[in-house]
């Protein structure tokens, strides 16, 4: 049986992006690197540089107890020759105190992945999350939690529990991350088109 390439290609970019979160989340800091290219830039709400800089970060966090754990759903890919865009379904969880309380928050969206294939390796060169949807409860369900209305409201509403955990926790958050709807995802969306047709760069929607 022989397998086309672009199937070969969606089944490559697919185990990627799953050995990410696995890798990621277990601390696997020498694997988790090989999944980024050189260049490999990741904008989350709690840091955005290099792919070197992220896992660095990423490290000091989990050495220190920062639980952040990350669930992957579906996934839809759009390949042009060496280049690909992967949006993939996921949920964000983090545990942490906030106000006293201990408390779990889960965020719902996308992961959305600008890839290229080099030297015959895909690699993520810039990974942007879509935050859609979040919540936040106490881990004990009887616990009387009390939230600062006017540091929530800071926030968009795609992450604002996500946000306001990180921040209490010592974290500068980005607040105009792309939602589910907006100018942000729709800038996100222009971009990736601009980088299957040739941009020089998945920052910028020009060559």
Known sequence: MTFSQDLLDRIAIRDLVENWAVWRDAGD?????????DDGVMQATWFQ???DEFIQVSREGFE???SILHF?????IDLEGQRAIAQTKMT???RGPVEGVECD????????????????KWGVVLRQPIYEKDRLDPVDPSARLRLDP?????????????AYIQTRIGY????????????????LYGRGKAWLAGAASPLHASA
């Open 105 to 120: 928050v889960v965020c719902t969206g996308r992961f959305y992945d600008f890839l290229e294939r080099r030297a015959g």
């Open 150 to 162: 006017e540091l929530l409201s800071q926030f968009p509403q795609g992450y604002r529990h996500l």
């Open 49 to 51: 540089g290099s792919a």
């Open 72 to 76: 992957l759903g579906g996934s839809s």
């Open 172 to 187: 500068t958050v980005k607040k105009d991350m792309p939602g589910l709807v907006g100018p942000e995802v729709e800038a």
């Open 64 to 66: 220190k107890g920062v």
């Open 92 to 94: 964000i969880s983090q």
């Open 29 to 37: 800091w020498t694997r988790f690197r090989t999944v980024w290219h």
